[in-house]
């Protein structure tokens, strides 16, 4: 865990070089690479010493992902398209204690758990002697991979997202 009053090297290192990997991955435009005083960055580190995953969280609101009407991710006759299609959300703000900002896996870990394993850890250290629940948990925008693994993790269509610029 990288927090923003660790040396000025560490948090530089991650900034630049892997967040910039990250944003470029995940789509983000640039945007400056700063890292607030209530911003941590999760890596999640290989047993080869290499940087296979990275989650940023931020305090924040949320709005929840309205349902579209269709079959579930998964389900037997889902459309191949579904993924890649867009998503409403309420235009009711809830309260979210923590958000994930971004969450990426480098492309050949994939699969193997680390995404699930890092927002655990983000779940059990936001607030000291606390677990959040997957209703206190908001994500950023996701990508259309990123909305499945929400999905499935939250245990339904209607997580919670926000966007990180109307946060800021």
Do not use: H
Request: charged content about 25%.
């Amino acid at each position: 865990m990288i927090l923003p009053d660790d040396p000025k090297y560490a948090v530089k290192k991650v900034l630049v070089y892997v967040r910039e990997i990250v944003d470029n991955e995940l789509g983000f435009k640039q945007v400056s690479l700063s890292c607030s005083a209530k911003t941590k960055i999760y890596l999640f580190v290989a047993n080869e010493k290499m940087i296979v995953g990275c989650l940023q969280e931020a305090r924040l609101g949320a709005f929840r992902v309205l349902c579209e009407p269709g079959p579930m991710p998964g389900s037997p006759g889902q459309d191949t398209l579904q993924p890649q299609r867009a998503w409403r959300c309420s235009t009711e703000p809830e309260p979210a204690i923590c958000g994930v900002s971004r969450i990426w896996v480098f492309g050949p870990r994939r699969g193997k758990g680390i995404a699930r394993r890092m927002v655990d850890v983000v779940r059990s250290t936001f607030m000291y002697g606390c677990y959040l629940s997957t209703e206190e948990i908001a994500f950023s925008d996701p990508t259309p991979d990123g909305k499945l693994f929400a999905t499935k993790y939250c245990r339904t269509p209607n997580f919670l997202v926000y966007n990180f610029i109307y946060n800021n």
